[in-house]
């Protein structure tokens, strides 16, 4: 079945540092790739998206590319704020068997301190 | 705000008591899930509702009862539940098969 990796957390970085969350998948068709983040006390919110091979989401600063060969999204900003602490989540959506499911993995929580 | 709401945020209950998490959406959407999160867990994908069916039971247990009686509103009913059900609860939406769902802020629940 389909399966999402999150590198674990929490991940702890100073302000204006460069942020990596790696994020690897498992799909059987074609899924389009996800990153949603969890402010404290919140739900989720979607942060961008990919849906096919080398396609580059990105929102806020942040950025991920749908790498096919290597199945991988990782998500990168290039200099975090401390409004940025939250939880991420990555996620994939396959439409291979009809219906829209998500499949998210396991989460990173992100700490950005001054 | 995403354009989908729950009620109520947080919430606890005995193991006797019978209770219901609702969620609405303003976002014209046809589909409808809720999902489950616990702590150190992923998402868990609860029920699906597409144009009022329901499309998706992912073998959640009897003591969790869906309903949902028209596109905009998702209701899930809660009875003799156990302590292990607490979690934050998350209701989302899309556009049927359109992939982007959208979340609402979750019901805490505490089962005591």
């Known amino acids: 079945g389909d399966s999402v990796t999150q590198m674990e957390g929490p991940v702890t970085l100073s302000e204006e540092a460069f942020l990596t969350i790696n994020c690897t998948y498992t799909a059987t068709g074609y899924p389009s790739l996800f990153w949603y983040v969890q402010y404290p006390g919140e739900g989720l919110q979607l942060l961008l998206k990919?849906?096919?091979?080398?396609d580059k989401g990105s929102n806020k600063g942040f950025e991920a590319t749908y790498r096919k060969e290597t199945t991988s999204f990782h998500l990168e900003k290039g200099s975090v704020q401390v409004s940025d602490s939250a939880v991420y989540f990555c996620?994939?959506?396959?439409?291979?068997?009809?219906?829209?499911?998500?499949?998210f993995g396991t989460g990173t929580q992100l700490k950005v301190e001054l | 705000e995403t354009g989908v709401t729950q009620t109520p945020r947080h919430l606890v209950m005995g193991m006797t008591n019978k209770k219901s998490l609702k969620c609405e959406q303003h976002l014209g959407h046809n589909a409808m899930y809720w999902y489950k999160q616990s702590a150190k867990k992923p998402l868990e994908l609860m029920f699906v509702y597409n144009f009022k069916e329901q499309t998706e039971n992912n073998s959640v247990p009897s003591r969790f009862s869906p309903e949902c009686p028209n596109s905009s509103h998702l209701f899930l009913h809660l009875h003799t539940l156990q302590p292990e059900d607490s979690a934050l609860y998350l209701c989302a939406s899309s556009h049927g098969a359109e992939e982007t769902q959208y979340f609402g802020p979750g019901t805490r629940l505490l089962v005591l």
């Open positions: 996620a994939l959506s396959d439409l291979t068997g009809g219906g829209n499911k998500l499949t």
């Open positions: 990919a849906t096919k091979a080398d």
